[in-house]
């Protein structure tokens, strides 16, 4: 259940991203593979682990995730360099990441224990 909620938010976004955004096609394959590796990715590894272990997996998965889109937005956003904003850009990011997981977790153990 938790697989089908995590692809569902992460289309949910990626739709709305590319809808609200005017960038260019090149712009939003990062954006939307960056959000594949911060969210999708660890959400289905740390689906069974218990929540310490999650939270790791997450934290993880979020900083790579990141630090993938910083890497790369600099070739195709002018004037943006690596690590550039990192000090608002980078603990954003990665609550905003943690924050998306325990939602999707909660949702997950809501419509588990509703079956």
């Known amino acids: 259940m938790q697989y ?4 569902a938010v992460f ?7 590319v809808l ?3 960038a260019p096609l090149k712009v939003h394959a990062i954006d939307i593979s960056a959000l594949f590796i911060a969210l999708v990715i660890p959400s289905m590894i740390a689906y069974k682990n218990d929540i310490k272990k999650s939270f790791f997996i997450w934290f993880l998965g979020g900083i790579i995730g990141i630090l ?14 690596i690590f550039m904003g990192w000090y608002i850009l980078y603990p954003i990011g990665i609550t905003s990441i943690m924050l998306l997981q325990i939602i999707i977790k909660f ?3 809501q419509q588990h224990n509703a079956l």
Do not use: F, H, P
């Not at 089908?4 to 692809?7: A, D, E």
């Open 4 to 7: 089908s909620i995590t692809i």
């Open 68 to 81: 993938y889109w910083d890497m790369l937005a600099t070739y195709v956003i002018v004037k943006k360099e």
């Open 107 to 109: 949702i997950s153990r």
């Open 11 to 17: 289309l949910l976004l990626s739709l709305i991203a």
């Open 20 to 22: 609200i955004s005017g």
